[in-house]
């Protein structure tokens, strides 16, 4: 879990400074699609540390309250992570 952990909190620094780059670009009127393609890598970015939480959630968190019998609190959990990587 640590491991993760400083891996999750390493790609979030590296984010903080594109968007901090992003930042420089408008200040300097920066041609708009160079701005457009690191916003993209931002969300890309993003997207995976997504992938990454809801993935120890699924492996950890919610295998735990399975078998601690907590089944229904799992299953309404496994539904909102799901509704929420739809969007």
Same mark, same amino acid.
């Given at each position: 879990? @640590?491991?993760?952990? @400083? /891996?999750?909190? %390493?790609?979030? #620094?590296?984010?903080?400074?594109?968007? %901090?780059? $992003?930042?420089?670009?408008?200040?300097?009127?920066? =041609?708009?699609?160079? $701005? $457009?393609?690191?916003?993209?890598?931002? /969300?890309?970015?993003?997207?995976?540390?997504?992938d990454a939480l809801m993935e120890g959630h699924l492996g950890h968190c919610l295998l735990d309250q399975i078998k601690k019998g907590r089944t229904d609190k799992a299953t309404?959990?496994?539904? #909102?992570? =799901?509704?929420? /990587? %739809?969007?």
């Amino acid at each position: 879990m @640590q491991a993760n952990k @400083q /891996k999750l909190a %390493r790609r979030l #620094k590296i984010l903080e400074g594109q968007v %901090r780059g $992003i930042q420089n670009m408008v200040e300097k009127n920066a =041609y708009c699609i160079d $701005i $457009i393609t690191q916003t993209s890598a931002i /969300k890309q970015g993003l997207s995976n540390i997504e992938d990454a939480l809801m993935e120890g959630h699924l492996g950890h968190c919610l295998l735990d309250q399975i078998k601690k019998g907590r089944t229904d609190k799992a299953t309404r959990e496994i539904l #909102k992570v =799901y509704q929420l /990587k %739809r969007k």
